[in-house]
């Protein structure tokens, strides 16, 4: 009698824990379908100004757009342009800074790299669970888009790595117009990524 009267506490608290574990797994699941929604949303909506700002500029301009200078660096958070990988089916819009928050709903403007135009390499971090997932199946000479509102810049990958967080080198200077696309190694990986996955792309002479 005394195992039976035992068992009665024992099981009530698997229950109780049983719900515990129900209630944090939905919760947890809706903040995921929270932040999905909120960068679904976010993108489509920024994509929708930025289609309708380039529409403005092109009705307005007397130059060609790829003539214009490159413009200062736009306010923190905002948007910088859209990014495009055609063969991988990327198109995400670019903000300016990495901070947790820009990285939930776009991929980000590393702050001290060229802006897209320029004469430098353009630094862009993204999460490798959202918007750069499909990098782990870029390959060398994939074209890589990134447009703003002084034009559109097509860039050629030319090599890919991975580095150590500590490796901010590969974002320095290269010599020539590019791009350096940043995010966590390896893709699957459950946690905080232990490496950064570094695409290498050269700017082609515009046409």
Known sequence: ????????????????????LTMVGTLALGYCLVVYLEAKFYQAREARD???E???KEGNKAAPMD???????????GVVGRLEIPRLGVSVMV??????????R???????????????NVGIAGHRDTFLRPLRSIQRDDTITVSSLQGAYRYRVVST??????DVQVLDPTGRASLTLVTCFPFEYVGSAPKRFIV???RGPEK
Not at 2 to 7: D, E, K, N
Not at 95 to 104: F, H, N, P
Not at 106 to 120: K, Q
Not at 161 to 166: A, D, E, G, H, L
């Open 95 to 104: 903000v300016e800074e990495v901070d947790d928050s820009d990285l939930k």
């Open 200 to 202: 290498h792309a050269e």
């Open 50 to 52: 930025f289609a309708r």
């Open 54 to 56: 380039l529409r403005l």
């Open 67 to 77: 003539s214009v200078p490159a413009v200062a660096t736009p306010a923190k958070h």
């Open 106 to 120: 776009a991929v980000g403007h590393i702050p001290g790299t060229a802006l897209p135009g320029e004469s430098g």
């Open 161 to 166: 790595n991975v580095v150590s967080p500590k």
């Open 1 to 20: 009698m005394r195992v039976v009267l035992g068992a009665i506490p024992a099981a009530r608290t698997l229950k109780l824990a049983e719900h515990a």
